[in-house]
């Protein structure tokens, strides 16, 4: 079988070593914002329809279920839920955007779908985008965590090297797929604030689609997004204003955040725990311990499979 079985092209451009950037729905999307991220790349950069990967051999429906649409004259159109690629070409260079929900079934095959694509363009680099929830305050700048194992990557962009063992996701496959095929890859995760886990993050969203843009070399278009970031901050602040204990709760974390932070490796219910102190040593506030930081994500993401 061909490694393309599943995918159903829409144009064939001729595209020079792409850089492929992904997220998916679902497990590895905590506030929408790995989705929402990608999803204001392909409208902010008006990419055009690649491709498409039929949806019948990797989705569970009861599960994840097609929408009823309604077209005009009242005719019913059934929407699948599809993972879609585009494609634009960027100031970096030739850019592949991959957005879907993440598959329930036969992920070694998925993956050989997104490989396949791949090699067929000649793609440098796969870039992934997720989010998870962890207790941090949703004022402040949002914390972006980057893996890669691939050492040139790890140097020039300063990320770190995973040594995370336990249950994964889609993404930590297409990692494996593409370790294997000798592609380089990296992994971008934003940390969202856990008490406004049901509330899209487009502060999330921006702070993802800027790194991943550094990363490609280009610029990242962000006026739609930053647009939506005072009425998500007004949304939350709503939220946390109307119970006390979670306002004097996120007041904490703010004040911590601003004079300091150390980070512990305590994990509750699934959700990443942070242990917030000052340094009375010093007066300069201190930059997170990468290492450890990676640690929290690590055990957050084992305690989320234990979890299923």
């Known amino acids: 079988m061909s490694s393309l079985d ?9 595209l020079k070593q792409p850089v492929i950037v992904t997220a998916f729905t679902g497990w590895n999307d905590a506030a929408d914002a790995a989705s ?8 902010g950069w008006r990419a055009q329809p690649l491709a498409e990967i039929d949806p019948e051999e990797f989705t569970d429906f009861a ?26 070409s960027g100031a970096g260079g030739d850019i592949i955007l991959v957005l879907g929900p993440e598959p329930s079934l ?4 998925f993956s050989e779908q997104l490989m396949g694509v791949a090699d067929h363009f000649g793609a440098s ?19 972006i965590i980057g893996t890669a194992t691939d050492d040139d990557l790890i140097d020039r962009f300063d990320l770190q090297r995973s040594r995370y063992e336990g249950p994964t996701g889609i993404v930590g ?32 969203s921006l702070s993802l689609m800027r790194r991943a843009c550094e990363i490609i070399g280009t610029p990242a278009p962000v006026a739609s997004v930053m647009n939506l970031i005072e009425r998500y901050e007004d949304q939350v602040n709503s939220l946390v204003s109307d119970d006390e204990d979670l306002a004097a709760y996120v007041e904490r974390l703010e004040t911590m955040s601003d004079n300091g932070m150390s980070l512990d490796d305590e994990v509750d219910d699934g959700q990443l725990q942070f242990d917030f102190a000052t340094d009375s040593g010093d007066d300069a506030a201190d930059e997170p311990d990468a290492s450890t930081l990676m640690d929290e994500v690590e055990q957050f993401l084992r305690e989320q499979g234990e979890g299923k």
């Open 63 to 88: 599960t994840i279920r097609p929408h009823v649409r309604l077209k005009d004259g009242g005719v019913r159109n059934i929407v699948w839920p599809t993972v879609g690629l585009w494609h634009v």
């Open 106 to 109: 036969k992920w070694r095959t």
């Open 173 to 204: 496959v297409l990692h494996d797929s593409c370790y294997t095929a000798a592609m380089p890859s990296a992994a971008l995760w934003a940390a969202v604030p856990a008490y406004a886990s049901q509330v899209p993050s487009p502060k999330a």
């Open 6 to 14: 599943h995918v159903r092209w829409l144009s064939k451009p001729s």
């Open 36 to 43: 929402n991220a990608v999803r204001n790349l392909i409208e």
């Open 125 to 143: 680099m796969m870039l992934t985008l997720g989010a998870l929830l962890a207790d941090v305050p949703h004022s402040r700048p949002v914390q």
